[in-house]
């Protein structure tokens, strides 16, 4: 059996019901050449729902003895993939049908290392009488062009909606295990560093918050993981923001002798309107005294 186009990787820890929603939306994708290798971190045990899937999605089952945390999980996953290019979904997010649709036949004509798309935050509340989970926000965080310097602002592309040719792991490596978050963060910035990315702003998938705790723990996680990636990367933001600031700099000045050319030249202006204005009156001045000497005239005349 050759090797499929596509591996998505989808990390699962503890909740089978969204992990049976996600794998569904792969199920559902327009462009079929695609694997779903399922990472289960030690969670409780997901063979039944991947079973149910025969037929509609090639799955692949990965399971952790013990729990290594979400990174590891998508290292796990990396080494195990045999597709050209490899993607990556969590289990409580979900991606459209035109997904790899959108992605796969630009990444593919053009040998492109890095491709990626739009995708909707969604938020999720339950409701207190039902029990039922319903979308109560959506809209577009992200949708911006490549800039890698970017990122060393912040993560402006998440993870869900990339693309990824599997060669560039072996050029930059695997997600860095010592972020329990933010490793897509770090990650992204290494892969920028040596790749270009192309944008196709459409959207093709969600990515979903619930309003249920259970990402409490990692968002604990995020000043500390904020600060060793700043920490990490500082010599190189801060050369680029040096640079930034000279051109900055360098603009500046040559906008205040732009001003100052411009004031000289007000004041030249400003200048020759008062001589003009001054010649004005010469000019009147002396039209009142021709006038004044053709009257005398006239009347010299009359009288002779």
């Known amino acids: 059996m050759s090797d499929p186009v596509v591996s998505i990787i989808v990390r699962t820890y503890n909740r089978p019901e969204r992990l049976a929603v996600c794998l569904d939306s792969l199920a559902r994708q327009t462009y079929r050449d695609l694997e779903a290798i399922v990472v289960n971190d030690a969670g409780v045990d997901v063979q039944s729902i991947l079973a149910s899937f025969a037929g509609r999605l090639a799955c692949r089952y990965l399971c952790h003895e013990t729990n290594r945390g979400r990174t590891a999980a998508l290292n796990t996953g990396i ?131 619930w309003d249920d705790n259970s990402n409490m723990v990692e968002r604990e996680r995020y000043p500390e993981a904020e600060k060793m990636i700043r920490e990490r990367y500082k010599d190189e933001r801060n050369a680029i923001f040096d640079e930034v600031f000279k051109s900055t700099f360098a603009l500046k000045r040559e906008m205040r002798g732009k001003d100052k050319k411009i004031q000289e030249v007000t004041w030249q202006l400003r200048q020759a309107e008062a001589r003009l204005t001054e010649a004005g009156q010469v000019i009147r001045r002396q039209q009142q005294e021709i006038q004044t000497l053709r009257e005398r005239l006239t009347r010299k005349n009359d009288t002779a």
């Open 79 to 209: 080494t195990g993939a045999r597709g050209r290019y490899i993607g990556f979904l969590d289990d409580d997010d979900i991606v459209y049908e035109n997904f790899l649709e959108t992605l796969v036949p630009v990444a593919l004509e053009r040998d492109l290392p890095v491709v990626y798309s739009d995708v909707k935050n969604v938020t999720f509340e339950k409701d207190a009488e039902t029990g039922e989970w319903k979308r109560v926000l959506e809209h577009l965080t992200y949708s911006f062009e490549f800039e890698r310097n970017n990122f060393l602002l912040g993560n402006y592309i998440p993870v869900n909606c990339l693309l990824i040719r599997r060669d560039c792991f072996e050029d930059v490596g695997l997600f860095d295990e010592t972020f329990t978050v933010f490793e897509d963060w770090d990650f992204l910035i290494r892969l920028s560093r040596k790749y270009d990315f192309l944008h196709i702003a459409k959207i093709t998938g969600e990515y979903r918050r």
